[in-house]
């Protein structure tokens, strides 16, 4: 049992009962292997349960087409349909309405429609004597909405180069459906029995297939990908982000890949062979701070040929030290995130700034449309 699994089962709730929570959190990493799952389709479950949400739209059963990845998916794919067809929703938007008054429903039964009218940037509850409804809709919730919608479906859609269309993504949808799942088998909520049936027909796709497209008369469908990996966070939500210092963090049968860095997408050139000239030219302040924490600062400054100018402490950042140095096309400031990572850790960005400029205040001054003095009488930045 890892360290962050013991953490979990050390938590407690009002009446002292421990067995809800640790059903959850079984439950919780039970859909966390689905959605990242790395064994072959199951391609009779994928196609049966596609089949009755085509019924439940009112279309007549598609044909289906497998292909290895969503690239490939997306190479062949029709864009989606305009708001009719011959007087009629396309069958995506169809599909769409019924999940979308799914989910609607099945909120009010868990009572998320009233916690997600609550600010969406407080910090998950502390799990000690908090209600199990309030750590499902509060805690795991959106742990895993963000570990499986955010830091891994939302790499695989930027990676693509062109646009998906209308889809779903199979095990990627794990997120929300597990969040009915669990409170439907670990906090006894009983849904009305065809919302169940219908929350089963998105269960068993999450559980047999990757992404998938359904147009008129036909559906694509995704293989699930070959490789996954990823990191997770020592905290009791088990929060998982895509993360690989030496490959691909996701590989399909086809070959097509996604890179990330500590839950950030990046090219592959970050993870294969950062260098300090591919690092000069990226634009991407995320990309390439990804690539100089992978490469390491002190070789980057050293191939850079950056030469330190002046540092100065950050009266924006108590305790931290602006860097400025000096490289042959440019001048790039150091700096240290005001806010703390999940894991107590701070990053560190390179952020350039005008060839003109030789202190390290006005250099951060001027990241923010402000001179050096303005910048000094700041009591705390972000």
Same mark, same amino acid.
């Given at each position: ?52 949400? &085509? ?124 969040? &009915? ?186 990241? &923010? ?14």
């Amino acid at each position: 049992m890892s360290a962050s699994r013991r953490h979990d089962r050390r938590v407690f709730h009002p009446d002292g009962n421990l067995e809800p929570w640790s059903r959850a959190l079984e439950i919780r990493d039970s859909w966390l292997s689905q959605a990242l799952s790395t064994e072959p389709a199951d391609r009779p479950a994928a196609e049966a349960a596609i089949t009755r949400l &085509y019924e439940l739209a009112g279309a007549a059963p598609p044909t289906f087409s497998w292909v290895a990845s969503p690239a490939a998916a997306v190479a062949l794919m029709s864009p989606t349909q305009a708001l009719s067809l011959g007087g009629k929703l396309p069958v995506e938007a169809r599909v769409a309405t019924l999940v979308t008054s799914l989910r609607e429903r099945l909120d009010r039964r868990i009572g998320a429609w009233r916690d997600r009218a609550r600010p969406v940037n407080r910090p998950p509850p502390d799990p000690a004597g908090v209600s199990l409804r309030a750590l499902l809709n509060n805690g795991l919730g959106p742990a895993l909405r963000r570990s499986i919608r955010d830091y891994v479906s939302g790499a695989v859609r930027g990676e693509l180069t062109t646009g998906a269309g209308l889809h779903w993504g199979g095990q990627h949808e794990a997120h929300w459906v597990a969040l &009915y799942d669990l409170h439907r088998r670990a906090d006894g909520v009983r849904f009305d029995p065809a919302d169940g049936l219908e929350l089963d027909l998105w269960a068993a796709l999450a559980r047999s297939c990757g992404w998938w497209w359904p147009r008129e008369g036909v559906c694509v469908i995704a293989e699930r990908p070959l490789v996954v990996r990823t990191e997770r966070g020592d905290d009791p939500y088990g929060l998982v982000r895509l993360h690989h210092e030496t490959g691909p963090a996701m590989a399909f049968p086809d070959g097509w890949t996604v890179h990330a860095w500590h839950g950030t997408r990046v090219p592959s050139w970050v993870i294969d062979a950062p260098t300090a000239d591919l690092i000069m030219a990226e634009r991407n302040v995320e990309v390439r701070r990804c690539a100089i924490e992978h490469l390491g600062w002190t070789a980057f400054v050293e191939e850079a040929g950056l030469e330190l100018l002046d540092r100065a402490g950050d009266p924006g950042n108590p305790g931290c030290e602006l860097r400025l140095y000096d490289g042959s096309t440019t001048r790039l400031l150091l700096v240290v995130n005001g806010s703390v990572e999940r894991d107590g850790t701070r990053r560190q960005y390179g952020l350039r700034v005008p060839a003109e400029i030789d202190h390290p205040l006005d250099a951060a001054g001027w990241t &923010y449309g402000l001179t050096g003095a303005q910048y000094a009488q700041l009591r705390r930045r972000t």
